[in-house]
């Protein structure tokens, strides 16, 4: 586990393990190890470790999972950094920033 963490309990990453085929996909795009597969089925390990990209819930092929993408700081950075452009995520609104 990288150690990163977003704000703890705060995610929205939903796991119906009943619709998991146990394919790994999850594993194989999430950048943050917040998945393992035991018994052929996809158990989430460390859920604030979740960034909420979404990788894993648009890569599933079963549909077992759901993550609100696009939420949050993380987001922010990511699209900064792909379109070369300082990250936005209007958290810095008011008088007090939080993030980024």
Not at 45 to 72: F, I, S
Request: aromatic share 4%; net charge negative.
């Amino acid at each position: 586990m990288f150690g990163l963490r977003y704000l703890k309990d705060v995610v929205s990453l939903q796991l119906d393990a009943g619709k998991c085929n146990g394919c790994k996909k999850c594993l194989q795009v999430c950048p943050h190890e917040v998945f393992v597969v035991e018994d052929k089925l996809a158990r989430i390990v460390d859920r604030d470790a979740c960034m909420e990209c979404g990788a894993c819930a648009l890569n599933c092929p079963e549909g077992a999972l759901a993550v609100e993408a696009g939420v949050g700081c993380a987001y922010a950075i990511i699209v900064g950094s792909l379109k070369g452009i300082e990250a936005d995520c209007g958290c810095g609104e008011g008088e007090s920033s939080s993030c980024c």
